[in-house]
């Protein structure tokens, strides 16, 4: 591994700072750049853990009937926990993966990796609050199906992906936000024209535009 490689690494994951560089340079660690494309899917044995040092990927599952629903997204600085519940009991791959862009990872063989997680704290440290933030997010999740009407979620969803940008258009498609939704492409249009005849977003071709966050914030009041 070479001193390049190793900034990198620890730039996108701080955990693994406290590895001598001798320790890397003995490693057989190795970074890999995968296109756009499915990586692995349910039932899946691994071999290597897997840490995301930039790009974007998918994890979601697919119901008997066929639709899908998005559990998260991994991106740089971050790895997929359901991958690590797989290597920490040894069992199959529960969902399924798929990088949505050109992604980088770090890739370490299982063996080293377990070593490091009982060698070095940070690294320990930050798997174990890593598990506890996904926790949280799939509970919040499931609440959301669970009690929440499908205006509400899709108007939560919108206001997730509109946050911290400037004026300009979202580009989505009425199938991805389904997809996210665990739900029917048709039933997410219903929503989206419903809410562009209330003037709180106008609808485009793989497009749309949020005119009204106040207006979708409401909807998230509304029990």
Known sequence: MRPEQIEKITSAFPCFSSVPKEVWGRAEASILSVPAQPLMGEGHMFTHASFVLKGCVRIYKISPSGKELTLYRVKGGEIC???????????????????????????????????????YKELRQFIYRLFVRRMVSVTS???????????????????????????????????????????????????????????????????????????????????
Request: proline letters at 2%.
């Open 81 to 119: 926990v359901i991958m690590m519940a797989s290597i920490l009991g040894e069992t199959g791959y529960e969902a399924i993966a798929e990088a949505e862009e050109e992604t980088e990872v770090l890739v370490l063989p299982i063996s080293l990796f377990t070593r490091w997680m009982d060698t």
């Open 141 to 223: 999740m499931v609440e959301e199906m669970s009690f929440h009407s499908m205006e509400h979620r899709v108007a939560s969803l919108l206001l997730r992906k509109a946050a911290g940008r400037l004026d300009g258009p979202l580009y989505v498609t009425h199938a991805s936000l389904a997809e996210e939704l665990g739900t029917a492409r048709e039933v997410v249009s219903r929503v989206l024209k419903k809410f562009e005849q209330l003037g709180w977003v106008r609808l485009g071709r793989g497009k749309m535009y949020i005119l009204d966050q106040a207006g979708l914030r409401m909807k998230l009041e509304v029990k």
